[in-house]
């Protein structure tokens, strides 16, 4: 990148993201916290950021991994 070229804001989420899947089997759901990062960063920078192209702006990563944790613990209940 030149140094006219300003730097994305949201690239360093983007690798965490990439990073979290690889070490994850590329399992989505073991990576929420580090993909509600990246829609944060894109709620704020989506007008200037390549990195945001592929991110659904109105899909709320955490609140989908606390609905999957409790779905979970309900799972586990109906077991005992």
Known sequence: ???STPKDPCKVSACRIQTCLKEHH?????CYDVL???R?????WHKVSL??????????????????????????????
């Open 1 to 3: 990148m030149s140094r």
């Open 51 to 80: 990195c945001c192209s592929g991110i659904k702006l109105d899909r709320n990563y955490r609140a989908e991994k606390e609905a999957a944790e409790r779905e979970k613990l309900e799972q586990e209940r109906k077991k005992q």
């Open 26 to 30: 590329f399992d989505e759901t073991k």
């Open 36 to 38: 509600e990062d990246m």
């Open 40 to 44: 944060q960063c894109c709620l704020k």
